[in-house]
């Protein structure tokens, strides 16, 4: 086992070669790292922060936001060894098969390539975030053991499955620089240098190839990194603001020559109250409610809708949740009074919960992240990012309780109330997910994406992005399950690169 | 054999029967008679006939206000037409279903009810 590397001991002017590259700590970085572990590939791991946070270094991050109100860039992500799996709320799914294709009622939409593409990686991604068993598309695994599932009939929407990464011996997510930094510590062609702020990607003179990185430390330090091939895996934010900033060569910035980076910026919506459920019976499997231990894991019961029916009514997706109990007022307790005899129902022992939900917001490229005049302490442009979020993705998620609220009577389950209408209330009690997306875009066309369908940047040889940023549709899931396993993939590239 | 069970019955235990009888169909009236004398009474309305398909016509009436306040244009005696063709040959709670099978909702308040039930209700508030 070897010690990490403090970027702050290497002398300024120092030179250093590797093969491969991995700008960034966070789950992308380290899988990655591991993913190519006892190869002959010898890598360079540069990580901004340390193992624990440290605030001179998280202000890197500050940033400005307009537009729809937003979190601070410098509060939705953290910049040390970890990255912000150190914030991570644990949930994972799969993205839905739907996210990957292209649809003609959803502009900008589909990725390069299936989920089956994907899906050979997704037990090494389950694994790594110890989420227990890949088991989401196997309901009877959870109904059989922990109580049925809300009864909802024929229909656009059904129960789906989230599991939760809990770390061995915690009910605490995985922390990825916690947990890996041991592993990470024992890869013998591995090298992980902490405080390496990476402030330049530099082009070879033709603009076809990364000639090499600059590297800055706090303390003042500069030095060089010659890489082969670079990965850049600053999460959704920052890899857009690297290639930015780095237009020493192009003046747009590193694969920006189609204007695309920092266009289509995307997070997951999380409106709270979004409606009431009301079950006539009351009865409730308490997976509904709270993550519940199963299988080495937790896991917890959402309501999604349906491929098909997001493509028959041209809805995205979304995860509804089921929360706390609340009473109804005296409309609500005529309304469920009114319905239940109407359908000759006894709903003397009803009750009514609060529902949460995960949305998915339409692609739009003038949600965005610029370069701003400000300058952190290292010298690097900050970020300006351009909030929006269109009435039709409200509009959209409401079809999908409309849709809910329809089965639950048919069914004679229940019935619904929503909650918002204006688009005033929706951002009343709108949260984020802290999820940064789309910001690097996936295309075969580079007129419609910053990489390609490997994640290489278009044009540029040996660069390439990992992670949610090159998310061009979103999908609900949260996606660092996702972006593991897209990142694994391009482990699998790169080992093929290197061979070859 | 007959006249023997004949002497068998005595007087004082059939008299007993009898007022025992009486004073149940005297109890048996009073229940079902007194709940049809505490039942709220409406005033007559055209739409009687059907209003008398709601179970619980006065939480119908509360949802009813609701609506004619989102809809202040509420036509009762066009919608009372139209409910009075789809009712006559079908059940409320068939007609509900096939509103829910065709995905004929209506929005009151944020609350998502099938829309024959939401037009009765709008009449049982116009009739109240």
Redesign the interface.
């Known amino acids: 086992m070897k010690a990490f590397l403090d970027a702050r001991s290497i002398p300024a002017g120092t030179v250093l070669d590797t093969d491969l590259a991995i700008i960034g700590g966070g789950p992308a970085g380290i899988a990655l790292a591991l993913a190519l572990a006892n190869t002959p590939i010898r890598v360079l791991l540069l990580e901004s922060g340390g193992e624990a946070f440290e605030p001179q270094t998280q202000a890197l991050y500050a940033g400005s936001e307009t537009g729809t109100p937003y979190l601070k860039l410098e509060n939705s992500r953290l910049r040390y060894l970890g990255g912000s799996s150190n914030h991570w709320g644990g949930w994972c799914r799969p993205l839905d098969a739907i996210d990957f294709e292209q649809r003609s009622w959803l502009p900008h939409s589909g990725w390069p390539f299936s989920r089956t593409e994907l899906e050979p990686y997704f037990s090494r991604a389950q694994s790594m975030c110890e989420a227990g068993p890949f088991i989401y598309d196997d309901p009877a695994k959870w109904t059989q053991s922990f109580g049925a599932s809300i009864p909802l009939g024929e229909g656009g929407v059904y129960t789906t499955y989230m599991q939760f990464s809990k770390t061995r011996d915690s009910y605490l997510p995985t922390h990825f620089g916690e947990r890996y930094g041991g592993d990470l510590k024992r890869v013998p062609n591995l090298s992980v240098m902490l405080h390496a702020n990476v402030t330049g990607l530099r082009l070879a003179t033709n603009a076809r190839s990364l000639d090499h990185l600059d590297v800055a430390t706090l303390q003042g330090g500069r030095f060089t990194v010659r890489p082969k091939y670079t990965v850049l895996a600053v999460g959704g934010i920052e890899n857009a603001r690297l290639l930015l900033a780095s237009n020493d060569v192009v003046q747009a910035g590193v694969g920006n020559g189609h204007d695309l980076v920092g266009r289509f910026f995307a997070d997951h919506p999380i409106p709270g109250d979004t409606a009431t459920m009301v079950l006539f019976n009351g009865a409730i499997s308490n997976y509904y409610q709270q993550p519940q231990p199963a299988f080495g894991a937790y896991f917890r019961a959402a309501l999604t809708p349906h491929d098909a029916f997001k493509n028959r009514h041209a809805v995205l997706c979304s995860l509804a949740t089921i929360e706390g109990e609340v009473q109804l007022d005296g409309l609500g307790q005529s309304a469920v009074a009114a319905t239940a005899s109407t359908l000759g129902i006894d709903a003397a022992n009803m009750r009514a919960f609060t529902v949460g939900c995960g949305m998915e917001l339409a692609p739009d490229p003038e949600r965005r992240l610029t370069l701003s005049d400000e300058r952190d302490t290292l010298g690097m442009p900050r970020l300006n990012l351009d909030m929006r979020i269109s009435d039709s993705d409200f509009a959209r998620y409401r079809d999908t309780l409309k849709e809910l609220g329809r089965q639950l009577l048919a069914a004679r389950t229940g019935m619904i109330r929503i909650n918002h209408k204006s688009r005033e209330s929706w951002l009343s009690v709108m949260d984020w997910g802290n999820h940064h997306m789309g910001t690097t875009r996936m295309h075969n066309d580079p007129r419609q994406g910053v990489v390609d369908a490997n994640s290489q940047v278009h044009g540029v040889s040996n660069l390439y992005v990992a992670g949610s940023s090159v998310f061009p549709t979103y999908g609900a899931s949260n996606p660092t399950l996702n972006l593991i396993a897209l990142t694994l993939r391009l482990a699998d590239r790169l080992k093929m690169v290197f061979r070859s | 054999m007959t006249q023997s069970w004949k002497s068998a019955i005595s007087r004082r235990p059939v008299l007993s029967g009898l007022i025992a009888a009486l004073g149940l169909a005297i109890a048996g009236g009073i229940a079902f008679e007194v709940p049809k004398l505490s039942r709220r009474r409406y005033k007559p309305s055209p739409y009687d006939d059907l209003l008398a398909n ?3 016509r006065e ?2 009436a ?2 009813g206000a ?1 609506v004619i306040a989102e809809s202040p244009a509420f036509d009762a005696n066009r919608t009372a037409r139209a409910l009075g063709k789809s009712l006559a040959d079908n059940s ?2 068939g007609v ?2 096939a509103d ?2 065709q ?1 004929r ?1 209506d ?8 829309q024959t ?1 939401t037009q009765l ?1 709008a009449l049982a508030a116009k009739a109240s």
Not at chain 2, 107 to 114: K, M, N, S
């Open positions: 709601l179970p619980d939480n119908a509360r949802i609701a409320l709670a509900v279903s829910l099978a995905g909702m929005e009151v308040r944020g609350w998502l009810l099938p039930l209700c």
